[in-house]
C-alpha cells in the first residue's frame, strides 16, 4: 500500500512540475517587444558596423537602429558577437534583434529569422591586394585561394568556386578585418566581400588594396527578429519608414559616408 501510495505521490508530483514548467515556458517564450532590446552585431563591417575610437559599437546600424527604437517607444542596447553566431543567438532568445548588415535575401536565413523592411540594396565585389593582374571572378585559377567571412553570402560564394574547382582553397575567417589583412599581405589571391564595406576599406587604405571586376548578386541589408515576432517586426518597419519621411536614413548615409 505504501509503495503504491509513494508512487501515486510521485506520479502527481511528476505532473504538477511538467504544468509548471509548461506555464513558465510558455512565459519565457513571449518575445520581447519593448523595455530594453538587445541587438547583436559583429563590429568589423564598416560603416555599418564598427568600433570607434572610444572602444564603442558604432555605425550606420547602430545609429539607424536607435533611431528607430526612439522613434518606437523602445530602447537598444549593442553586442558584439561572431557573425555566425548571430542567428543561433536569436533563435535561443539570448538577443532581440540582429544589426549586422545581414542580406535578407538568402532562403536559409529566411527560414530561421524574419527580416525587416530592406534599409540597403548592396552586392558582393573582388577584392586584391594593389597591383594585382587578377581582373574579376572570372580571373580566378585552381591554384588560387580566396578568403570571405564566416557565415556570408561571399562566404558561400568562395565555397561554391572550390567546390567546381575553379580555386584551390576558399580561406574562411571569422572577422572581416581579417579578410582585409590577408589580402594585404598577400596570403590569398583576393578575397569576395561585400561592395559598400570593401570601398570603405579602400577609401581609408588607399593604395593598400583595391576592387576589381562587376558587382555579384543582389543583395539587401536588414534587421532581423526572432521568427514569429511580428510586434517587433511591424515596430522597426514603421519606425524605418519615419525614419525616411523625416530624412534620418539620408542623414545616417551622409554622417557614414555612404552612396
Known sequence: MKKKLMVLMLAVAMIATFAMTSCGGGDAAEFKTDGELLAVTEATFPPFDTVDDEGNIAGFDMDLLSAIAEDQGFTVTFKDIGFDSLIPALEAKEADIIAAGMNSLDPERQEKVDFSTPYYDSGL???????????????????????????TTG?????????????????????????????????????????????????????????????????????????????????????????????????????????
Do not use: C, R
Open 125 to 151: 565585389v573582388v577584392m586584391v591586394k594593389a597591383g594585382s593582374d587578377i581582373e574579376g571572378v572570372d580571373s580566378f585559377t585552381s591554384d588560387m585561394k580566396i578568403a570571405s567571412q564566416i557565415g
Open 155 to 259: 562566404a558561400d560564394e568562395a565555397l561554391a568556386l572550390q567546390e567546381d574547382g575553379k580555386i584551390a582553397e576558399s580561406v574562411i575567417l571569422d572577422k572581416f578585418s581579417d579578410v582585409v589583412l590577408q589580402v594585404k599581405n598577400g596570403d590569398v589571391a583576393a578575397a569576395i566581400i561585400d561592395l559598400p564595406v570593401a570601398k570603405n576599406y579602400v577609401a581609408k587604405q588607399p593604395g593598400e588594396v583595391e576592387l576589381v571586376g562587376d558587382v555579384l548578386n543582389a543583395e539587401a541589408y536588414a534587421f532581423a527578429v526572432q521568427k514569429g515576432n511580428a510586434e517587433l517586426l511591424e515596430k522597426i518597419n514603421t519606425g524605418y519608414q519615419n525614419m525616411l519621411d523625416n530624412g534620418t536614413v539620408d542623414e545616417l548615409k551622409a554622417k557614414w559616408e555612404m552612396d
